[in-house]
Nanobody
Framework: VQLQASGGGLVQPGDSLSLTCAAS????????VGWFRQPPGKEREFVAA????????VYTDSVKGRFTISRHNPQNTVYLQMTSLKPEDTAVYYC??????????????????????WGQGTEVTVSS
C-alpha cells in the first residue's frame, strides 16, 4: 500500500497550484481520502477530504472557496486544486486514506488519527 503526493513548489501569493495524490498497487477509489498540511513549526492540520464516490467533500474554513478536492478513480488519483494562495498556506502537504466502508462522515474525516495510510508529503511554499 503506497500513496504518493506530488505537485508542490514555490509560488507567489495569489498563484495557483495543483497537488496530486496517487496510489500504486491498490484501488484508492475504495477509500475516503484527506489532505492535511503541516506548517513550519506547527502541528499537522486538516485541509480537505473527499468521499469514495467523490460526491461528498469537506474543507477547513481557511481554504473554503480557494481549494477544491476532487478525485478520478479510474486513474487512482485524488487532487487538491489550490488557488489564491497565501503565505499562510506554506506547509508540507500530505494525503491520507482511511480503510473504511462506512458512510462518509465529515466530522470524522477531519481527524488525523482515523487515516490508515499516508503519503510522504509535498512541500508548498508561498512567498514573494
Amino acid at each position: 500500500v503506497q500513496l504518493q503526493a506530488s505537485g508542490g513548489g514555490l509560488v507567489q501569493p495569489g498563484d495557483s497550484l495543483s497537488l496530486t495524490c496517487a496510489a500504486s498497487g491498490w484501488l484508492l477509489g475504495n477509500y475516503p481520502v484527506g489532505w492535511f498540511r503541516q506548517p513550519p513549526g506547527k502541528e499537522r492540520e486538516f485541509v480537505a477530504a473527499i468521499s469514495r464516490s467523490g460526491i461528498d467533500t469537506v474543507y477547513t474554513d481557511s481554504v473554503k472557496g480557494r481549494f477544491t478536492i476532487s478525485r478520478h478513480n479510474p486513474q487512482n488519483t485524488v487532487y487538491l486544486q489550490m488557488t489564491s494562495l497565501k503565505p499562510e498556506d506554506t506547509a508540507v502537504y500530505y494525503c491520507a486514506a482511511e480503510r473504511t466502508l462506512a458512510t462518509f462522515n465529515p466530522s470524522r474525516a477531519r481527524q488525523t488519527e482515523v487515516y490508515n495510510y499516508w503519503g510522504q508529503g509535498t512541500e508548498v511554499t508561498v512567498s514573494s
